[in-house]
């Protein structure tokens, strides 16, 4: 038993490399690709929101599909088309935005679908395992994005994409070893008796949506709008570009630390630590109201709030199995909040944008991001108060 769970461990740490990887590199290299293909960069925008829009789409999807195929095979077919959308992205404008679309497709399914394999071969060990994947992921896309300039100057954006994709093709081989436990997944499917409540009509799996889309929300708002905000408030292009860096550097220690700390707590002591997780937030947003404009606030600012999201993502990937009693429902609540939190995720940034335009000062953003981290952190308490939520 050991040993056929050694390649289930080989393949999550494959999808935790995929998880975000073949997207979150793209706007680092956004200007070569826009001179190679003789498009202004400011028509490729929609290349960093078409994936978020997938999530939202395709999320509630994935437990569907997962139910009727099995979870071992339709990852094989996920990851399989994950590569061939991938490597379309090469050819031409028009298949760059289609394996674009097919890429956030299919890193949907796989951001729903992993709390479930976890849960079915792991049950006892959520938080260790969830650790290891959402460490991967943390440090792969950090790697990646670093590495996605130096290697496009050697073999040019197509070079890196194909490179993106062949690391695709190489977590579809490596996940095909455990296709033959498919038959067993789905025999176990199907004589067990999932919940048939209406999720969206249970007030704690609503509280648990509304934090998973706000804590995005805040992420990518955040990623999209800090550097134009440090320059804004006079720091240069690089000294923006290095604070993004520290804000993006601190994922790392939360998600090594936080699956394993909140299984190991019971549900009030969990509220009260991820408050306090919240709660950076608000101290990030203060000093960069208040302190003064130096580096050394700025990246105390940035270090907060990136401690604060990071800190809530693995926690909300493990409350998907916290809450839930088989991994069937696993998948189903995970899909419904993923659903609705990437579709926040995706206008948010756009529409807070405009803050700017409507109030006159980028302040206007910060407090509304306050507001926004307020109303998550009664969500967080919302949810808790329940120990099953499915």
């Known amino acids: 038993m050991k040993q056929k769970r050694i390649w289930i461990v080989v393949g999550l740490v494959m999808l935790g490399i995929v998880m975000r990887s073949p997207f979150t590199t793209i706007p680092t290299i956004l200007s070569n690709i826009a001179k190679s293909l003789e498009v202004p960069v400011s028509s490729l925008g929609a290349l960093t929101s078409i994936p978020l829009l997938m999530f939202a789409f395709f999320s509630s999807l994935a437990p569907k599909l997962a139910q009727r195929f099995g979870l071992e095979r339709l990852m094989a077919v996920i990851l399989f088309l994950m590569a061939i959308g991938s490597a379309l992205r090469v050819i031409a404008l028009p298949t760059l935005y289609l394996g674009t679309v097919v890429v956030g497709a299919t890193i949907a399914c796989v951001n729903v679908l992993l709390p479930s394999i976890v849960a079915r071969y792991f049950p006892h060990k959520v938080g260790i395992y969830t650790t290891l994947y959402t460490s991967v992921m943390g440090l792969s896309s950090t790697i990646f994005t670093s590495l996605a300039s130096p290697i496009t100057h050697i073999i040019r954006w197509r070079g890196f994409i194909l490179c993106l994709s062949a690391i695709v093709l190489l977590a579809f081989i490596l996940w095909l070893p455990n296709v033959s436990k498919n038959a067993?997944?789905?025999?176990?499917?199907?004589?067990?008796?999932?919940?048939?409540?209406?999720?969206?009509?249970?007030?704690?799996?609503?509280a648990l949506?509304?934090?998973?889309?706000?804590?995005?929300?805040?992420?990518?708002?955040?990623?999209?709008?800090?550097?134009?905000?440090?320059q804004a408030a006079g720091f240069s292009a690089s000294q923006a570009g290095s604070l993004l860096g520290l804000y993006n550097l601190v994922s790392l220690p939360m998600s090594l630390t936080i699956p394993n700390l909140v299984t190991s707590q019971k549900s009030q002591q969990r509220t009260w630590t991820m408050l306090g997780f919240a709660g950076l937030t608000f101290l990030g947003i203060a000093i960069l109201l208040s302190a003064p404009k130096t580096y050394f606030f700025?990246?105390?600012g940035h270090v907060s709030l990136g401690l604060s999201v990071a800190a809530l993502f693995p926690y909300m990937l493990v409350s998907f199995n916290l809450k839930t009693t088989t991994a069937q429902n696993t998948a189903r609540l995970s899909g419904m909040?993923?659903?609705?939190?990437?579709?926040?995720?995706?206008i948010g940034p756009f529409l807070l944008g405009y803050s700017q335009e409507l109030f006159g000062s980028w302040e206007a953003l910060l407090w509304i991001l306050a507001l926004m981290a307020g109303i998550m952190g009664l969500s967080l308490v919302a949810f808790e108060k329940t120990d099953s939520i499915l």
């Open 209 to 230: 949506l509304i934090f998973g889309g706000l804590q995005s929300l805040l992420f990518y708002t955040e990623m999209t709008w800090l550097p134009t905000l440090s």
């Open 337 to 346: 909040v993923q659903t609705g939190g990437y579709l926040l995720a995706a």
């Open 298 to 300: 700025w990246a105390l």
């Open 184 to 206: 067993q997944v789905q025999m176990e499917t199907k004589t067990a008796e999932p919940s048939q409540q209406n999720l969206w009509t249970n007030k704690y799996a609503l």
